[in-house]
């Protein structure tokens, strides 16, 4: 999970810097390896807060903005996800 939560850090982070910025990720709808789909939706929701703010949160002038929305987008009815969105 580690590299997972690296990638969409990054991903967050290349595209957070104008503000109003929207997002949307889309949740596998089986396990990608050894990562459920439920630890996936853990990870990204962490992922976009986090990268949307990396290193700017003490800067006087920022150059990353928080998302304005974040939507996590997956198949209907799969398991386990109703318990991760709602950490």
Do not use: H
Not at 48 to 72: C, H, N, T, W
């Amino acid at each position: 999970a580690g590299r997972l939560d690296k990638s969409l850090t990054t991903a967050a982070r290349a595209i957070s810097d104008k503000k109003e910025t929207r997002v949307a990720v889309a949740v596998p709808p089986a396990a990608l390896g050894a990562i459920s789909p439920a630890q996936f939706v853990t990870s990204a929701a962490a992922a976009m807060q986090i990268g949307s703010l990396g290193q700017d949160l003490y800067r006087a002038e920022k150059s990353r903005f928080p998302f304005r929305s974040v939507s996590l987008v997956a198949p209907k009815k799969q398991k386990g996800l109703e318990a991760a969105l709602s950490e």
